[in-house]
Structure formats: structure tokens, C-alpha cells
């Protein structure tokens, strides 16, 4: 490939890297949003004195659904770490993985198995920083339903 040619190749992927960095930080500010209306459910459901167990399945619902938008998260972060490798490279850039727009076709080569996928889904919803606050409005209905 000539130098054009390379510079072309690093011009999309660093165009890549804009679109999936841009579309990272979006899913962490919808995730912030599910966290936001467990808050709202829960204290809504609290001031309507209507706490019960449907409550805290919708509360794990909305955990869950976390969960699985934090991983959709994890793969563009997957790529986003590959492209950042080869944006900072001086090798060859020959390998598909080192392609511009090659996020799906990736994901495909990679992907789980349906099973693979829940688990995945529920390592996930046990991090730190998706389990909270989801875990401590879980603890406060039940403590609630109990007490």
C-alpha cells in the first residue's frame, strides 16, 4: 500500500474512531438514564405507597436492561481499544481487525453463543458501576416490604 493509500487507511480509522467514541459516550449517558428512572420508579411507587414485589421486578428489569446496554458498550469499547492500537502503530496494517469499518463483521466472528450471551449479560449487571444503584434500591424495597 502506498503512502496515499495509508494515509487514507488512517483517515478512516481515525473517522471510525470519532463515530464509535461518539456512540461510547452515548450509551453511557442512557445508562445514567436507566439508573435515573429506577430512582424515579422506586420513590414513585414509595410516595404512592404502593411498594410490592411487581416494583422490584420492574427495579431488576431496568437492571438487566443495564446490563445489556453496558455490554453493547463493552464491544464498541473492544474496538475502540483495537483501533486506538492501530492508530498509534507503525506496522503494516494488513489484518482485518486493523480495517476501518469492520465493527459488526468483528462482533460476528466473536460472537457468543446464546448462552455465552446471558452470562456475558449477567457478569455485566454484577460490576460495580452497573450493579449500583440498581443493588441498593433492591435492598431498600425489600427492607421496606419486609419492615
Known amino acids: ?7 487514507m487507511q488512517q483517515s478512516n ?19 445514567l438514564l436507566i439508573k435515573l428512572t429506577s430512582i424515579g420508579l422506586l420513590v414513585a411507587a414509595y410516595l404512592a405507597n404502593n411498594l410490592s414485589v411487581f416494583v422490584g421486578l420492574l427495579l431488576l428489569l431496568l437492571w438487566l436492561q443495564d446490563a445489556i446496554w453496558k455490554t453493547f458498550q463493552a464491544r464498541i469499547d473492544t474496538r475502540l481499544l483495537q483501533l486506538e492500537e492501530y492508530l498509534s502503530a507503525e506496522h503494516k496494517q494488513t489484518a482485518i481487525e486493523s480495517k476501518a469499518y469492520q465493527f459488526n463483521r468483528l462482533y460476528l466472528q466473536q ?25 441498593v434500591l433492591q435492598l431498600m424495597l425489600g427492607y421496606t416490604l419486609l419492615f
Open 1 to 7: 500500500m502506498g503512502k496515499v493509500g495509508e494515509n
Open 13 to 31: 480509522l481515525a473517522t471510525e474512531w470519532c463515530l464509535l467514541q461518539n456512540q461510547f459516550d452515548s450509551y453511557e449517558k442512557y445508562s
Open 111 to 135: 460472537r457468543p453463543t446464546n448462552a455465552g450471551l446471558i452470562i456475558e449479560y449477567c457478569q455485566q449487571a454484577l460490576r460495580p458501576t452497573v450493579a449500583y444503584p440498581h443493588i
